[in-house]
C-alpha cells in the first residue's frame, strides 16, 4: 500500500516536511505502508539545476518556471493514478493558499482513490469542493492514527 502525503508546500512554513516525515515514519513502521513525499520526489524529478534556479524564475522567467512546475505537476498526477492507494491531506490556511493540494484531491476522487483529511478548520470554512473530494475527517493526526490503525 502507498499513500499521497497532500497538502501545503509553498506557503507552509517548514514547507511542510515535518508532518510529512512523521507520518511516513508511523505508515511504515505500523503498516508497512510507503509513501509519497513530495520533499523526497522533488530532487528525483529536477535536475539540480533546476533545484537550484526554481524559486528565482517564478519572478524572473516564467515560461523557465512553468516547465520546471509542470514536470512536478506531471509527475505527481502520474504517481497518484499509478502508484497511490491513498491520500492522506493536511488542510490548513497554508493549503488553501496553493494549487496543487486542490488539484490532488480533485484528481483522487476522480479515480476512486479515498482522501484522508486532517484539518483544524471548522468544516463550514472549507470550500465545498475540497469538502466533495474528501473521504473522511479527522481533527488532528491522533484521530487519523486510530482510524487507520482500525482499517489497515
Known amino acids: 500500500m502507498k499513500a499521497y502525503l497532500a497538502g501545503a508546500i509553498e506557503h507552509a512554513p517548514d514547507k511542510g516536511k515535518a508532518w510529512r516525515a512523521d507520518l511516513a515514519e508511523f505508515l511504515q513502521i505500523e503498516f508497512g505502508?510507503?509513501?509519497?513525499?513530495?520533499?523526497?520526489?522533488?530532487?528525483?524529478i529536477l535536475?539540480?539545476?533546476?533545484?537550484?534556479?526554481?524559486?528565482?524564475?517564478?519572478?524572473?522567467?516564467?515560461?523557465?518556471?512553468?516547465?520546471?512546475?509542470?514536470?512536478?505537476?506531471?509527475n505527481d498526477i502520474k504517481s497518484i493514478l499509478t502508484e497511490i492507494d491513498y491520500v492522506?491531506?493536511?488542510w490548513n490556511e497554508h493549503a488553501e493558499k496553493g494549487g496543487g493540494t486542490y488539484g490532488e484531491?480533485?484528481?483522487?476522487?476522480?479515480?476512486?482513490?479515498?482522501?484522508?483529511m486532517v484539518t483544524p478548520?471548522?468544516?463550514?470554512n472549507i470550500s465545498g469542493w475540497i469538502l466533495g473530494c474528501t473521504t473522511e475527517f479527522f481533527k488532528n493526526f491522533d484521530e487519523l492514527?486510530?482510524?487507520?490503525?482500525?482499517?489497515?
Open 88 to 90: 492522506i491531506c493536511l
Open 33 to 44: 505502508h510507503e509513501s509519497y513525499n513530495p520533499h523526497i520526489e522533488e530532487p528525483k
Open 121 to 124: 478548520m471548522e468544516l463550514a
Open 47 to 74: 535536475t539540480p539545476e533546476e533545484r537550484k534556479q526554481f524559486h528565482v524564475l517564478k519572478t524572473e522567467n516564467l515560461l523557465e518556471f512553468q516547465k520546471i512546475v509542470r514536470k512536478l505537476i506531471r
Open 105 to 116: 484531491l480533485t484528481f483522487a476522487f476522480y479515480h476512486g482513490i479515498p482522501v484522508y
Open 145 to 152: 492514527k486510530e482510524f487507520l490503525r482500525k482499517k489497515y
